[in-house]
């Protein structure tokens, strides 16, 4: 009867020791790579008819297939990008992210991917034709952004209008409470093309790189990165992407 006790015990340690095991293997998945961001900002991340698509989407699906992985999403605000990644709650953010001097001191960026810059977007009728004229006025921004930190440091007589969602800032110029909104090159073209009612200020007030960002304990993860950058590159994956996305070659 001790013995059958002993045998059972044994059993079920065995049981729970393997179970432990398990999990922890399912854990690590090191063929998956956990990324995130925010779907709304289109045509870099977005969803239509309830699907994920978008620039960045394709760029990481392409980068993924590149490393022999595959990514699995989370949506989260902007400005939760890299705080929930220094958080450990993914593994990379690409959502239209630049590289700044600022946010390379609490995580690493991978070689830049595409070349954008921030832009001010108004209204087709509206009589503004540089950034000087919008002082004194209302430009929304997204928070979490850079547009946020250029126009203050920069622009201190624009009234900023800050709000949580891309649409946001867009909405506000088109019903006339805000004059401008301040955004990403691609995202305010984007606008313009498929909404209408809208127009970019010929000159562009910043050139700036999108990144992807990594811990700055992953630099086997940041080289991973670039490497699959530099094949996709390579072998036209990368063309055939941007030009699916904005009509034009590859930079």
Same mark, same amino acid.
């Given at each position: 009867?001790?013995? &059958?006790?002993?045998?059972s015990?044994?059993?079920?340690?065995?049981?729970?020791?393997?179970a432990?095991?398990?999990?922890a293997?399912?854990?690590?998945?090191p063929?998956v790579?956990?990324?995130?961001t925010?779907?709304?900002?289109p045509?870099?991340?977005?969803?239509?008819?309830?699907?994920?698509?978008?620039?960045?989407?394709?760029?990481? &699906?392409?980068l993924?297939k590149?490393?022999g992985?595959?990514?699995q999403?989370?949506?989260?605000?902007?400005?939760?990008?890299?705080?929930?990644?220094?958080?450990?709650?993914?593994?990379? *953010?690409?959502?239209?992210?630049?590289?700044?001097?600022?946010?390379?001191?609490?995580?690493?960026?991978?070689?830049?991917?595409?070349?954008?810059?921030?832009?001010?977007?108004?209204k087709?009728?509206?009589?503004i034709?540089?950034?000087?004229?919008?002082?004194?006025?209302?430009?929304?921004?997204? /928070?979490g952004?850079?547009?946020?930190?250029?126009?203050?440091?920069?622009?201190?007589?624009?009234?900023? /209008?800050?709000?949580?969602?891309? =649409?946001?800032?867009?909405?506000? /110029?088109?019903?006339?409470?805000?004059?401008?909104?301040?955004?990403?090159?691609?995202?305010?073209?984007q606008?313009?093309?498929?909404?209408?009612?809208?127009?970019?200020?010929?000159k562009p007030?910043?050139?700036?790189a999108?990144?992807?960002? /990594?811990?700055?304990?992953?630099?086997?993860?940041? *080289?991973?990165?670039?490497?699959?950058?530099?094949?996709?590159?390579?072998?036209?994956?990368?063309?055939?992407?941007?030009?699916?996305?904005?009509?034009?070659?590859? =930079?």
């Amino acid at each position: 009867m001790k013995l &059958n006790r002993l045998l059972s015990l044994a059993c079920v340690t065995f049981a729970v020791t393997f179970a432990g095991f398990s999990g922890a293997a399912s854990a690590q998945t090191p063929d998956v790579l956990n990324v995130a961001t925010d779907a709304t900002f289109p045509p870099m991340e977005y969803t239509e008819n309830g699907a994920r698509t978008g620039f960045d989407v394709d760029m990481m &699906n392409a980068l993924a297939k590149a490393m022999g992985k595959r990514v699995q999403w989370t949506d989260i605000d902007f400005k939760g990008l890299i705080p929930g990644l220094i958080a450990h709650r993914f593994d990379a *953010a690409i959502s239209g992210i630049y590289i700044t001097d600022e946010r390379a001191k609490v995580v690493d960026f991978t070689d830049s991917y595409y070349a954008g810059g921030l832009v001010a977007l108004v209204k087709s009728d509206s009589p503004i034709k540089s950034v000087t004229d919008l002082n004194g006025k209302k430009v929304s921004v997204q /928070v979490g952004t850079k547009s946020v930190n250029f126009l203050r440091d920069n622009c201190p007589q624009i009234n900023r /209008v800050e709000v949580e969602k891309n =649409q946001e800032m867009f909405d506000l /110029v088109g019903i006339g409470r805000a004059d401008a909104a301040v955004t990403g090159k691609p995202a305010a073209y984007q606008l313009v093309k498929t909404r209408g009612g809208f127009r970019v200020l010929e000159k562009p007030l910043t050139t700036e790189a999108y990144g992807i960002a /990594v811990r700055k304990d992953e630099p086997q993860l940041k *080289a991973a990165f670039n490497t699959a950058l530099a094949k996709i590159k390579a072998d036209g994956t990368y063309a055939a992407i941007v030009k699916k996305w904005f009509g034009a070659t590859a =930079q």
